[in-house]
């Protein structure tokens, strides 16, 4: 990855601190997105093999992007703004993460190791294993300092509480906005728009500037959902917002919740889909579109409209993309030059991607050189939140995935939460938007 050579000036140039070197970064980007453009692709080890690790979906749905920053562990650096002098460290690694000594677990256990029932019920042995066992397990160290206090939660009331800013979300509170229903809308980036701002574009799908401007303080951005509760008071949303002074615990009450919140970036099982470079193909349409982020050589695999359009983003924007291996077809015939349908995708690097192969329809294994693997399939429904308020969830077998069961206009299993986007199910964008009118409007009939 890097940053585009003729990319517009997007913040400040500062610098962070990544192991005791300076690192240049743009304040206010995420330290992740600065760290990758400025060449740095592993961020830690796994726990067990100790194998390299870098971001994967610049969503907070893996675990890969995770480091000590200023002393706290595990935090999610796809998540957190790049400020001047930020101490990161890399994690789960000795003596630096770059030259791991751990890493050969994965060489003398080619087959995997179970340390549960290494040298049981031999003496002394045993004691020592699990001794060793307890001081490898975990991820990373604990804090160097006391936790900060936290403010007191804040209690908030509306009609109407809308979970996810992207097609489905907005869509849903300009329906509200127009009927004057008061609602309050949380949206964990810090804009709007979700795809709609840093998707692959969808020849179809709505623009941002169509869903217009909203009341002020409605929409309310860097505020992460973590849960739907109950207590004496009703039913309430968990949410945790960011501010200056850090995150506070808001508990937002309400009669009616329409849940948007999209999916997440699912991965494929393949061979070293874990190396460093490679990427979800969202996480890859994020970096470019947003940071002005991308490879210098790419190759796509994966399945559905998402593929060939991040294809052609990429190559509009300068990327070469070495090869388009479509894993289930047909490939459209507009397809761009070296699409072609494959199986058995295979990524190749020692410490990060350079090159993925795959066999063709030939039955022959074809190779391409690339520093980034990108893999574009439709996004894994993210039900959890409908689950927790009573929603039922059903597997689509067609989609391969599980999803909210609803109605065609919303409604679940649970009279106070109604659903809309990708949580029914992969939509496009401009699926996504007009399932979210429709929730809103049989929203609005439920109220009245």
């Known amino acids: 990855m890097r940053r585009l050579p003729d990319a517009a000036a997007r913040g400040k140039s500062i610098t962070v601190d990544l192991d005791g070197e300076a690192v240049p970064a743009i304040e206010g980007e995420p330290v992740a997105c600065s760290l990758v453009a400025a060449g740095e692709s592993v961020f830690a080890r796994s726990i067990k093999y100790h194998r390299a690790r870098g971001p994967y979906c610049f969503a907070g749905a893996c675990s890969h992007c995770l480091m000590r920053v200023d002393g706290v562990p595990n935090v999610y650096t796809c998540r957190v703004p790049a400020r001047e002098g930020m101490k990161l460290e890399r994690q789960n ?13 994965d ?16 003496p002394v042995a045993e004691q020592v294993m699990a001794k060793v066992a307890r001081e490898l397990a975990g991820l990373g160290l604990l804090p160097s300092g006391p936790a900060p206090q936290r403010m007191p ?18 869509s849903a509170a300009r329906v509200l906005a127009d009927k004057g229903l008061p609602f309050l809308l949380f949206e ?15 020849q179809d799908g709505p623009e941002l500037s169509e869903l217009g401007t909203f009341p002020a303080g409605s929409v309310r951005t860097r505020t992460t959902v973590i849960g739907l509760f109950d207590d004496e ?9 960011e501010g200056p002074e850090g995150p506070r ?24 889909n874990d190396l460093p470079g490679v990427y979800a193909g969202r996480a890859a349409s994020l970096l470019l579109r947003r940071y002005a982020v991308a490879p210098e050589v790419a190759a796509l695999v994966g399945w559905g409209p998402e593929l060939y359009a991040l294809a052609k983003l990429l190559t509009s924007n300068g990327v070469t993309v070495a090869a388009v291996v479509d894993l289930k077809g047909p490939v459209p015939a507009e397809a761009p030059e070296g699409s072609a349908l494959g199986s058995e995708p295979k990524a190749h690097g020692r410490g990060a991607v350079k090159a993925l192969s795959y066999m063709n329809a030939a039955g ?6 690339c520093d980034a693997v990108l893999v574009s399939v439709p996004t894994s429904p993210g039900f959890e939140l409908a689950r927790q308020g009573g929603a039922r969830v059903e597997f689509d ?8 069961a609803a109605e065609e206009d919303g409604r679940t299993a649970a009279k106070d939460v109604y659903v809309a986007g990708d949580v029914t199910g992969g939509k496009s964008a401009a699926e996504a938007a007009a399932s979210g009118r429709r929730a809103a409007e049989a929203l609005l009939g439920g109220l009245s």
Do not use: C
């Not at 008071?233 to 917002?241: E, M, S």
């Not at 948007?260 to 494929?268: D, I």
């Open 93 to 105: 690694a000795w003596p630096s993460a770059k030259g791991d000594l751990f890493e050969a677990i």
């Open 107 to 122: 060489w003398f256990f080619p087959k995997g190791m179970d340390h549960h029932e290494m040298f049981a019920g031999v």
């Open 153 to 170: 939660a804040q209690e908030l009331r509306a009609r109407v509480a809308v979970v996810g800013g992207g097609a489905a979300g907005m």
């Open 188 to 202: 964990r980036e810090d804009a709007p728009g979700g795809r709609l701002l840093s998707g692959t574009p969808e």
């Open 233 to 241: 008071g009703g039913r309430f949303l968990a949410v945790v917002a």
């Open 249 to 272: 615990l808001l508990k937002v009450y309400a009669e009616r919740f329409l849940l948007a919140p999209g999916g997440h970036p699912p991965t494929l099982p393949f061979e070293n």
């Open 364 to 369: 022959r294994r074809v190779k391409v050189a």
């Open 397 to 404: 077998e067609a989609l391969g995935v599980f999803k909210v």
